[in-house]
């Protein structure tokens, strides 16, 4: 299965009173056994800080079969806070949030391992750099790609300089325009035969290169005699927060306790 078939399984609506966005399930490994991993909620936070209530519904998909491409939809109901205490982690420099989650058996055929989260040592190999191309997964506006709940993929390039080192920056801007519903959703690498190190390579390179957090627009404010009012004007960016956040708020969250 190539890196597109896996995140378009693993992408999931995050819908909730108030608030609707995109998230990934991601799968964490069990440290005493590496065979075994923890299902993963990451998005952005203020995807679930914006729900009004303790729940939101995570719109997956249950495969039927995957040869003739068969799936069935399946919404499963996710606690977020207990008595308004919040069940997810936040990182304290970024708008991004984690959650490990209970799912049903076979509600998500596919989890994308942390093993492709993108390290600062990975986009200095694959020469990541302004122009190249990105693929980006999520629910604009709330809309599904088909009548089982897939997100819609879209693309974009890097547009803003430097990207490293990545605990400075914390996020780049990425050529493509971010509607509400978008916040949370998957930025990742796909390239076939890529060109770095001087060479051309056989074969591919992908991983995950970030969370979308915002749209990136210019607010003016203008002051006349009897009025002040602002205007925004959206600049069709979005902001990605670097994968190697993902990867340090996971490895700080306590594994879930298990239970016999």
């Keep these: 299965m190539n890196i597109n078939t896996a995140m378009m399984e693993a992408t999931c609506k995050v819908v909730g009173p108030g608030s609707t966005g995109t998230g990934v399930i991601m ?8 065979s075994l991993m923890y299902y993963t909620l990451v998005t952005a936070h203020h995807v679930l800080d914006g729900v009004q209530g303790d729940r939101v519904v995570l719109v997956l998909r249950k495969v039927i079969d995957r040869t003739q491409q068969k799936y069935q939809r399946i919404e499963v109901p996710i606690q977020i806070r207990t008595n308004g205490v919040a069940a997810w982690a936040k990182h304290p420099d970024v708008d991004l949030a984690a959650a490990f989650i209970s799912l049903p058996e076979g509600a998500t055929p596919t989890v994308i391992p942390t093993s492709l989260l993108l ?3 990975r ?5 990541l750099s302004p122009g190249t191309e ?22 974009g390039k890097i547009a803003s300089y430097p990207l490293l080192p990545t605990s400075v920056t914390k996020t780049f801007l990425f050529d ?3 509607f509400p519903g978008n916040s949370g959703g998957p930025v990742y690498l796909y390239q076939t035969n890529p060109v770095y ?11 995950l290169v970030g969370i979308v957090t915002r749209e990136r627009n210019i607010t003016q404010k203008i002051e006349q005699l009897y009025e002040k009012r602002e205007t925004v004007t959206p600049l069709a960016l979005g902001e990605v927060i670097h994968a190697s956040f993902i990867k340090d708020l996971i490895s700080k969250m306590p594994l879930p306790v298990k239970t016999k």
């Excluded at 986009?123 to 020469?127: A, N």
């Excluded at 790609?145 to 879209?154: H, M, N």
């Design 27 to 34: 799968g964490t490994p069990d440290t005493a056994n590496s």
């Design 123 to 127: 986009i200095r190999e694959f020469e």
């Design 197 to 207: 190190g001087g060479g051309t390579h056989i074969g591919s390179i992908q991983g």
């Design 119 to 121: 390290t600062d040592e």
């Design 134 to 155: 990105l693929l980006c997964l999520g629910y604009p506006f709330g809309a599904e790609g088909s009548d089982v709940g897939f997100a819609i993929l879209r693309s």
């Design 176 to 178: 493509f325009t971010v």
